[in-house]
């Protein structure tokens, strides 16, 4: 069965510094994975997908097999990065995602 | 594009009443999902169709929710009779069909209800 965890509800960083979200996942096949964000009564958008290993926004996740994680990483949080952050997972052919249950990102000043 | 439209943005009712919420995908998108958000459950899929025809509606909570795609640039949920428990904000999205993986879903803007 497919399940993404975020075992973090409430992450709070002060500006500047570096910042993770965690996501483990559970899937016996190839998944796809994603980050999307949620900023404050916003709709939700596609951060990152792993397919691509790019840098959105500063932020980076890298796929780990072995450990089935997918963690959101960024070297120096900033203030409007406060949001809801949400790691989606897909199966084969990306038909059905569903989400983990979101960790909400405070960034103080 | 416009993107995934939703309509209303916001929904007040009573407990009893039928609820209709309303989504427009993205033009060319084969698959269109509703998704629930809660500050409990988080996002719960609900349903999604391929092509207009439901493919999984598992996560369809009771009976009283019902829904349907009867054309390619429209798909309705509803509620009936609607609980104060249903209190939620309502997501449609949609992706196109070789693209999810690479793209992810485009969402729409949601459904704020609130059932009082």
């Known amino acids: 069965a497919q399940r993404v965890t975020q075992p973090e509800k409430l992450l709070s960083v002060f500006k500047g510094a570096p910042v993770e979200l965690k996501c483990n996942y559970s899937?016996?096949?190839?998944?796809?994975l994603f980050w999307y964000v949620q900023y404050s009564r916003q709709r939700l958008q596609l951060l990152l997908r792993?397919?691509s290993r790019e840098s959105i926004k500063g932020f980076t996740a890298d796929l780990n097999k072995g450990e089935t994680s997918f963690h959101l990483k960024k070297p120096f949080a900033q203030e409007e990065d406060s949001a809801m952050y949400y790691c989606a997972l897909s199966g084969t052919g990306g038909f059905k995602t569903i989400f983990g249950a979101g960790t909400r990102l405070f960034v103080k000043a | 594009d416009a993107g995934v439209i939703q309509s209303p943005r916001h929904e007040v009712t009573e407990m009893g009443q039928e609820v209709t919420l309303r989504c427009k995908p993205i033009s060319g998108h084969d698959y269109l999902f509703w998704y629930r958000q809660t500050m409990m459950r988080g996002l719960e899929l609900l349903i999604y169709f391929n092509n207009n025809v439901p493919i999984d509606d598992s996560g369809m909570p009771e009976d009283r929710f019902s829904a349907k795609m009867p054309n390619a640039s429209f798909s309705t949920l509803k509620i009936q009779p609607s609980e104060p428990r249903d209190s939620a904000v309502y997501f449609c999205?949609?992706?196109?069909?070789?693209?999810?993986?690479?793209?992810?879903?485009?969402f729409g803007s949601g459904t704020r209800l609130t059932v009082v």
């Open positions: 792993h397919i």
């Open positions: 999205a949609s992706s196109p069909l070789r693209r999810v993986a690479n793209y992810g879903y485009t």
């Open positions: 899937y016996s096949g190839s998944p796809e």
